[in-house]
């Protein structure tokens, strides 16, 4: 028998407070009435509760914090077998969990959270006939408004993914031999990264964006449009995931660009470094380092209370500046961001993009990424991790920035 | 500019009256009026209707067949941009759909299917509010039993799958060093298998199951249950990714069960094979056996006819009477099902489990794994991928079945 909850008690209590105080927020701004209660089965949102990925449902009671008992979760187990724990329910099925709660004396609620965004349609359906009394409303935002904000422990994985991510980053010359193409070099990588212990797997919130390890682009190929709202594209091998490298072979006056998966803990860092193959042009030199200064100005910029829009804002008004606006974020297409909050998944929030509402709070986790694509050239730009503080940005990849030649 | 539709037409056609005969079975047995059309986004179904992923809505009508202008699919896409071909239309917002249909004379349909297994509950909020006299139905059952049955050209996309998986297979006992631990195999072989043009992903239907590129289990990790519905289990290197290799030692006396990512085509084949550190116990010599005569006597039974629940309970008797019961498909933790459909995704149609309602039919894809796990030893039994043929099934992953030493 193993406990379940994997994570410290005042941990999990300061989850569930970030989880209530989101929707408290969120019901303020809505003009809504202060929801009952959750029920959460998304594996990002579970492991962010327990430590651990697990097949069931987390009932999380919002109200009647005074009420110790009344306001502690119910984890319904489904797998694994053999969990143990305050409030652990082992069951097959979701049409169970009002009988069960009932029995452990939990009142009926007056509505219920679900992840509207993030379950299938048949799903909540199937979670809302459980609760025929209660209102359903949308948990996603509410969760995603929690999770945004990092609490130290959180941090702290991240800060370890970083550390190894910057170690694997230091070794990519070195596996670089003249006349591989991209995919050898992104594979290599890769091989690199696992043999670190990264766990490979990407993490993305929703179905519609997939992708492997990682997107390492050189030449032309780094302008390729791709279905994916990622910030760069790619052919890929495979019109079945046309994303990344292609098998282009790494030529003289070429960029390779380097985004390679850095979930080493569970809580993943993002960061994007440029290579090159001999001397490259000057508009690609010049880019990538308009880039460095607009990771400068992000640095005075982004504390808590900065709009995301505004350091969109800054980052294109810098590239239109420097005369490099056609290639900012894409030349062929255009990424409709150029910054992302990041932890157990790739796309959190805040989104740094020009219509965004986000306000910056002190603990969101920023992958900030005003990257360009130089025709003839390739991708050039960087991208890292940054937690937001009272003070300076905390950068989590601390690898050089500047360009880094592979010969 | 890139043709949209990467499949020759007549593949495109039969695909597309796969979708529609699939429609009219489930309209006749669940006593609808048959569908007039459906609007698919999902990455997986996109792929399978235009030989690429792109992001977007494809607008199928389903009647009509007779007006071949009335009854041709319309591309909505969103990206990539610089997309050409008949009905491709640029697209923002799928809000914009019922208009875009309109200019095209597209008479209003009165049913609108759409992927409700699959798709968050409120996104289909939104594509509902763009049909709203139409009557909206769950595409999804209509999709898996089209894709359920595979064409030629997906067979022979499998069937390329399958060499290089074997070929990959082939090196594993090279792969191996005495000392070893199972992630450090599971990522040595993963390196080949990308070398060889792995594309790596591993497509599941839905967001509950998570998984890197593949299981490499030895010992008692095998016997660890884990959350996810895999035939088996492993305690992961992480919580937040709780299954296969853990870092055990590769012991005198144990197994290591290896199934690896199979996808170098966009259809993958799964396949499992055992491999032995020294002399292993009988009790698994005979388990291992016992999985080898399911497969054969799987190779006599499953033609187009049989009943998928009658697979798996020739399966479960065939273990029951070796006395092998308690260690079939799990020994801890059970898995449901000692087979499934594959081919653009690991969990397609057919499921060969006990209360299965599923009926074979020729073109069917199916991964069969009947397989044990032996305390203190580890896991055995094979995995095949098998196309359903008017006569006896075609094996895709053709290694050698029995126990192969690395010593």
């Known amino acids: 028998m193993e406990h379940l909850i994997l994570l410290p008690n005042d941990e999990l209590q300061l989850r569930l407070n970030r989880l209530r105080t989101a929707a408290r927020r969120l019901c303020v701004t809505a003009g809504d009435p202060a929801p009952a209660a959750l029920l959460i089965s998304d594996n990002a949102t579970i492991y962010y509760l327990t430590g651990r990925v697990f097949s069931g449902w987390a009932y999380v009671p919002l109200t009647d914090e005074s009420d110790q008992e009344a306001s502690s979760p119910v984890w319904f187990v489904r797998r694994p077998v053999e969990m143990q724990g305050e409030n652990v329910v082992e069951l097959r099925k979701p049409e169970e969990i009002p009988d069960k709660l009932a029995a452990l004396h939990r009142a009926p609620v007056a509505s219920i959270g679900l992840e509207m965004d993030i379950l299938p349609y048949t799903t909540v359906l199937r979670l809302m006939k459980g609760f025929p009394s209660a209102k359903p409303f949308n948990a996603s935002p509410v969760i995603a408004l929690a999770r945004s904000v990092k609490t130290p422990m959180e941090i702290g994985l991240m800060a370890q993914s970083g550390v190894i991510h910057e170690a694997v980053y230091s070794h990519i010359p070195a596996l670089y031999s003249p006349g591989m193409n991209d995919f050898e070099l992104e ?34 190929n780094a302008d390729v449009p791709t279905p994916y709202d990622f910030a760069l594209g790619g052919a890929g091998k495979d019109p079945s995931l046309p994303v990344g490298a292609c098998g282009e072979e790494i030529k003289p006056g070429s960029t390779v660009s380097v985004d390679v998966n850095g979930d080493y803990t569970g809580y993943m860092t993002d960061m994007t470094r440029v290579y090159s193959c001999g001397k490259i042009s000057d508009k690609a030199m010049k880019a990538h380092q308009c880039s460095i200064d607009i990771h400068n100005e992000f640095r005075r910029m982004a504390v808590p209370g900065c709009a995301a829009a505004d350091l969109y804002k800054m980052a294109f008004e810098k590239a239109k500046a420097a005369g490099l606006e056609p290639y900012f974020m894409g030349h062929r297409q255009h990424a409709s961001f150029c910054g992302h909050g990041l932890g157990i998944e790739i796309n959190e929030m805040p989104v740094i ?16 990424e005003p990257k360009f694509v130089i025709p003839g ?7 890292n991790t940054y937690i937001i503080t009272s003070s300076a940005p905390r950068c989590l990849t601390n690898s050089p920035e500047e360009i880094i030649s592979l010969l």
Chains 1, 2 share one sequence.
């Open 377 to 383: 050239t390739g991708a050039v730009g960087i991208e």
């Open 187 to 220: 594979v290599a990588i890769e091989n690199l990264a696992r043999q670190e212990g990264c766990l490979g797997i990407f993490r993305i919130s929703g179905q519609s964006m997939e992708f492997f390890m990682g997107n390492v682009l050189t030449g032309n």
């Open 353 to 368: 993009s020009p219509r965004s509402k986000d306000i910056l709070e002190e603990g969101n986790a920023i992958a900030f």
